[in-house]
C-alpha cells in the first residue's frame, strides 16, 4: 500500500508564490515518475508538471517559467514551487506517483488533492 499526502495549497494574490509537497509513504521499493495535476470543476484532470526518477521534467506550457517541479528521492517527496500565480491558477491540485511496490506490484497512486486559489 502507497499513500501520498499533499500540503501547501492555499489563497493567493495574483503575481504571489506557493510551494505544493506532495510526500509518499508505505510498502515503496521504487519510485518512478511523480507529478502534479489540476483540475477545475466540472473539467478534466491536466497535468501541471512531472518529473521522472533520472530527473527529467516536462511541464504545462501555461506554467511553463513560472512552475518548477523538483523531488527530493532521499524523502521520497515532490514539490512544485509556483511562482507570478495567476487567477487561471485556480485549481484543486493533485499529486500523482507510480513505482514498484517492495512485493515487486506496480502501483499508480493519486493524493487527496490541495486546494489553489489565486485571487486578481
Known amino acids: 500500500q502507497v499513500q501520498l499526502v499533499e500540503s501547501g495549497g492555499g489563497l493567493v494574490q495574483a503575481g504571489g508564490s506557493l510551494r505544493l509537497s506532495c510526500a509518499a509513504s508505505g510498502s515503496i521499493f521504487r519510485l518512478s515518475a511523480m507529478g502534479w495535476y489540476r483540475q477545475v470543476s466540472g473539467k478534466q484532470r491536466d497535468l501541471v508538471a512531472r518529473i521522472v526518477s533520472g530527473g527529467s521534467t516536462n511541464y504545462a506550457d501555461s506554467v511553463k517559467g513560472r512552475f518548477t517541479i523538483s523531488r527530493d528521492n532521499a524523502k521520497n517527496t515532490v514539490y512544485l514551487q509556483m511562482n507570478s500565480l495567476k487567477p487561471e491558477d485556480t485549481a484543486v491540485y493533485y499529486c500523482?506517483?507510480?513505482?514498484?511496490?517492495?512485493?515487486?506490484?506496480?502501483?499508480?497512486?493519486w493524493g487527496q488533492g490541495t486546494q489553489v486559489t489565486v485571487s486578481s
Open positions: 500523482k506517483a507510480t513505482g514498484v511496490t517492495t512485493m515487486s506490484s506496480f502501483f499508480d497512486v
